[in-house]
């Protein structure tokens, strides 16, 4: 049993370093979209909001496992990570229906 708690809280861990990663790669999208729209840099890759979209997806999707695992100490999480992982849905259903 230890063992499994062990790797439940490495879990999380590595889970917590990866949504807090995404967070910042977001914002690093949201700027390079932000410059590149507004001429102040050329790169092709951010001239659409495709970018943003693909990191807030990831993002909500590891947010949204985060707070699943975490469900089980805090029962109120689980809530979370419902709206994480539907807003995660309805962000690939965007992105799918080429809206960017």
């Known amino acids: 049993m230890d063992e499994r708690n062990h790797r439940f809280e490495q879990a999380e861990?590595?889970?917590g370093s990866i949504g807090w990663l995404m967070l910042g790669v977001t914002i690093f999208a949201?700027?390079?979209?932000?410059?590149?729209?507004?001429?102040?840099?050329d790169l092709p890759s951010f001239r659409n909001?495709?970018?943003?979209?693909?990191?807030?997806?990831?993002a909500l999707t590891?947010?949204?496992v985060r707070f699943y695992l975490n469900s089980r100490r805090y029962p109120s999480y689980f809530r979370y990570s419902v709206f994480s992982l539907v807003f995660?849905?309805?962000?690939?259903?965007f992105i799918l229906s080429n809206v960017y």
């Open 13 to 15: 861990k590595i889970l």
């Open 30 to 41: 949201v700027i390079l979209t932000i410059l590149t729209l507004n001429s102040i840099t």
């Open 49 to 58: 909001y495709l970018m943003v979209e693909l990191s807030v997806l990831v």
């Open 62 to 64: 590891v947010w949204g």
């Open 88 to 93: 995660a849905l309805i962000q690939l259903i």
